[in-house]
């Protein structure tokens, strides 16, 4: 659903997001300063709102086994405790799991 945003104050948020995203070294003024406020005012701001999310993984099941070896190793080099659960995960499903 989208919805257009006329609270100001949220507007300045999102602008502000993006400005730090575009200009991550600064040197403007923060978007809630009233010399932005005309511009603001100005902006048509529209917020789309998802319903539901959905995501599909890929944990290797497709590939062939020397790529599926050489990923799980790199897994294991890293020996962090996501990368292992990663690789659980990862062989319960090439084994069709």
């Known amino acids: 659903m989208a919805e257009v945003v006329e609270n100001r ?3 300045a948020m ?3 997001a993006m400005m730090q ?3 991550p070294e600064g040197g403007y003024k923060p978007l809630n300063d ?3 406020d ?3 005012k100005a902006t048509a701001v529209v917020k789309i709102v998802p319903s539901t999310v959905s995501c599909k993984f890929k944990f290797g099941q497709h590939l062939d086994k020397e790529r599926f070896d050489m990923i799980l190793n790199h897994l294991k080099e890293r020996n962090s405790d ?3 659960e990663t690789i659980e995960i990862m062989k ?3 084994d069709g799991i």
């Open 21 to 23: 995203k575009l200009q």
């Open 14 to 16: 999102m602008f502000e």
């Open 92 to 94: 319960g499903l090439k």
């Open 34 to 36: 009233e010399a932005y």
């Open 82 to 84: 996501i990368d292992n």
């Open 9 to 11: 104050e949220e507007k």
């Open 38 to 40: 005309k511009a603001l």
